[in-house]
């Protein structure tokens, strides 16, 4: 497997060559390298904002909101970036809506999804006074209506519908068919919906579904958009009008020449059947999550170790499966650059490998790399479910995190102590 050209690197635009070195809008990585220690993650606030910018572009004249899934990266400032755009967020925990107050979000702008919400998380959210409960079961509609009623409110909910849908993605990643856990099925959606609107708990005002995640083709999304219309078709005849409609997030990137549709002209399309089957007046939400902030980011590695071997050669890194879990989880691909180019050295083909003990540690395949120890690679397309899903794991702490602005590089999360790790332990006796 060969690696994309310096002129095909998979990222923003925001990511270049300037002679044998990789710069990330006005700022060499090898720089910040050095004054941050590796492993690091780094970010392009430009290439957050122009990926944002897309979905502005596709909902521009009409109601809408888009709220960052921030499941994909929870970092404050990376939120602070969205919230101060004019972005809502979908939260998936209590923890999560912490984040997001804190980083600045407007509570009626957020949104919960996922299928295990506990009632303190409930009574929380209620406090807060967020927009609307994603509902995925139809025993959550009965527990959210007695916490609400318990607390003199009345919780505003749209129940996340499964329109058994092939995303065409990983199964691990793929949330719209029938075998998995999320979603009410499609046949029991009128059914939730009556029961829904007869809780004096709560407020039926949208409707919601997720299909998956990583998804590189329209069709999917049509399908899926084919299926919520009857739903809501259906509801409104029978059951009550809904005010909103949520088309969830899963829209991919370019890890390694995918090319899925850009946001604007999927939503082109998308909005082109809503007009047609005429909802397109009803406030259109989204949560896009990997889409925003996949290809703004990258972890900066330090090569430690080449380890030649009869089968295969190693190239072992100071990142690993703690640090930047998809591989060892997915199977996924991202690409491995070094950030200064040894011109015209030999390549030797390795697996790159972190120093974590499992064999699932590694971070990629086959790759042909011209590196020697102590040089730095990037790990691009790492913006998105990386830092959010890093671990602890072997006692490592969790890398530190910069935002780059133009010419400025902002540190947002300092690089994890032994001792942050330990806080709240204890030794017994
Ligand atoms: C994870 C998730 C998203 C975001 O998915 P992406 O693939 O990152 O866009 C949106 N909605 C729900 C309910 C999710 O669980």
């Known amino acids: 497997m060969t690696q994309p050209s310096a002129s095909a690197l998979p990222g923003s635009p925001q990511l270049a060559r300037r002679g044998s070195e990789l710069w990330l809008e006005g700022c ?21 904002r122009s990926a944002l910018a897309a979905y502005q572009r596709g909902f521009a004249g009409r109601q809408s909101t888009i709220h960052y899934a ?14 101060s755009a004019g972005c809502g967020f979908d939260i998936v925990s209590g923890g999560e809506l912490t984040r997001a107050l804190t980083a600045g979000a407007e ?34 509609l009965e527990v959210l209506s007695e916490v609400a009623q318990s607390m003199g409110l009345r919780a505003p909910v749209s129940i996340r519908v499964n329109p058994n849908v092939d995303a065409k993605t990983h199964p691990y990643i793929s949330t719209g068919l029938k075998g998995n856990k999320f979603g009410v099925a499609h046949e ?15 407020k039926v005002v949208g409707i919601d579904c997720h299909i998956g995640s990583q998804i590189t083709e329209t069709g999917p999304y049509l399908d899926a958009m084919d299926r919520v219309l009857e739903l809501v078709e259906a509801i409104e005849a029978q059951v009550t009008r809904l005010a909103h409609i949520d088309f969830g997030g899963g829209l991919g990137i370019n890890y390694k020449g995918d090319t899925p549709p850009e946001a604007d002209a999927l939503w082109q399309q998308l ?35 080449l380890k030649p071997g009869e089968q295969k050669n190693f190239c072992i890194v100071d990142a690993a499966m703690n640090d930047l879990p998809r591989p060892a989880m997915y199977e996924a691909f991202h690409a491995i650059v070094p950030l200064t180019e040894r011109e015209g050295a030999d390549t030797t083909v390795y697996d790159v490998v972190g120093p974590v003990c499992e064999s699932g540690d590694w971070l990629g395949r086959d790759r042909a790399l011209a590196v020697q120890p102590g040089d730095l690679m990037a790990v691009l397309s790492a913006g998105a479910y990386c830092m959010s899903m890093a671990s602890n794991y072997n006692t490592r702490g969790r890398p530190a995190e910069v935002l780059v602005d133009g010419e400025q590089a902002h540190l947002i999360r300092e690089r994890e102590t032994v001792e942050d790790q330990m806080r709240g332990e204890r030794l017994v006796g």
Do not use: W
């Not at 941050?36 to 430009?46: C, E, I, Q």
């Open 28 to 48: 060499r990585l090898s720089d910040l390298a050095k004054v941050h220690g590796t492993p690091l993650f780094v970010y392009s606030k430009a290439a957050m």
């Open 107 to 140: 509570p009626g702008k957020i949104i919960f999804s996922g299928v295990g919400k506990t009632r303190a998380e409930m009574r929380q959210a209620l406090q807060a006074g967020i927009g609307c409960f994603n509902v995925e079961s139809e025993p959550e």
């Open 70 to 83: 921030m499941k994909a990266n929870s970092s404050l400032a990376v939120l602070q970036v969205f919230a």
């Open 188 to 202: 029991r959606t009128l059914a939730a919906y009556r029961r829904a609107a007869s809780l004096p708990g709560l």
């Open 271 to 305: 909005l082109a059947k809503l007009d047609a089957r005429g909802f397109g007046d009803r406030h259109l939400m989204v949560e896009p999550g990997r889409s925003l902030v996949g290809n703004a980011g990258l972890c900066i590695t330090e090569v430690q170790y």
